[in-house]
């Protein structure tokens, strides 16, 4: 990672094929990623710890099946809200943060406010959480599901070229 002429840092060569290793295996050892990158260890785990710093590397987790956790059901909900301000998606933000079964949300453009995304055990559980939680966020006017049949491909992936 360099410093560029604005005080932003950019990523070099060698931090890209980090990223690239670590988002293929967030296990690796500090000493065989290292090897595989050309570094020594001890550049290699300072390169990783700025990269943690700088907000780059935003975290490790353990990838889980969403069955295994009685989560198999994907549902993609498009939220449109009454009003378009600052304070009804920040009302709406608020009370959607401490909603467990919601895994993403996203502010978009187009015929609609928002798309989340859900893992729940089962249609009729799906079915409470329309009804007695998301329809009840502040400005919520309307919904439109999705019900996801077949998953077939999901990754957090990101190509080292981007």
Avoid at 11 to 23: F, G, N, S
Avoid at 72 to 88: C, Q
């Amino acid at each position: 990672m360099r410093t560029g002429r604005d005080g932003e840092f950019t990523l070099d060569r060698v931090d890209r094929h980090i990223l690239d290793l670590l988002q293929r295996d967030g296990r690796m050892s500090m000493t065989e990623l290292a090897d595989r990158v050309g570094l020594t260890v001890t550049p290699c785990i300072e390169r990783v710890r700025r990269l943690e710093r700088e907000g780059v590397i935003t975290g490790y987790y353990a990838r889980v099946s969403p069955a295994a956790l009685g989560a198999g059901l994907l549902v993609f909900v498009e939220i449109t809200m009454s009003h378009k301000s600052d304070r009804s998606f920040e009302d709406f933000r608020r009370e959607l943060l401490e909603i467990p079964y919601v895994q993403e949300c996203h502010l978009v453009s187009g015929d609609f406010d928002y798309m989340l995304k859900a893992r729940i055990k089962e249609i009729g559980q799906y079915r409470k959480l329309l009804g007695d939680v998301l329809l009840r966020l502040p400005g919520v006017t309307q919904t439109k599901s999705c019900i996801v049949m077949e998953e077939v491909k999901e990754t957090l992936y990101i190509p080292p070229g981007f």
